[in-house]
């Protein structure tokens, strides 16, 4: 039998949802801190630590907003994007996660895999203080515009995610398939 400890971690992962509607209640930012701190600590080879967090203001967020009405009516029409746009603003919450670019093919894989790792981190922390995220790999985050904005300089790093947060309006119900279909024992 599980001890309490290991069932609540178990508990921790399972729980943790995707969520697109949040509440329009501010997040405490020691909170969000603490996940980053929480977050960095996830595994990385040679303790690169190839992680960059760029949290978002209130200013910068509404310009953010106004590029994703830019780029989806780009490529998908104004209707489209005048949706994504107030979409996107109804998100109380945006932390930017970049990844140092290397050009050793081997090491920038371990180092975007362990980026990935510390964004599962931030998710969890938030998910156990009773917050939910979004973690987006939409149009905006490959923008060579929201890199400009955002100060980031695609030479040196490349943004992993733009992660939302903030209080769930309500959590979705989610399964997985058999543990039987997706564990080969090789003798």
Known sequence: ???????????????????????????DSEIIMD???????APNHHLTEPWH??????????KCVD??????????????????AKDAASRPGWLVVTCKKSEDELTQKEDYASVCCAIQNFSLYLSEAKLASKWSTGP???DPRFYELLGIESEKEFIVGLIWYGYPKLLPVQTRGKLDKIVTLID
């Open 53 to 62: 967090f760029y949290l978002l203001n209130d200013s910068i967020i509404k």
């Open 67 to 84: 590029l994703i009405r830019i780029v989806v009516t780009e490529k998908k029409g104004k209707e489209i994007g005048v949706f994504k």
């Open 35 to 41: 996940a980053i701190d929480l977050a960095r600590w």
């Open 1 to 27: 039998m599980k001890n309490a400890t290991l069932k609540k971690l178990a508990s921790t992962i399972r729980d943790r949802r995707t969520v697109k509607m949040f509440q329009k209640k501010t997040v």
């Open 140 to 142: 905006i985050t490959r």
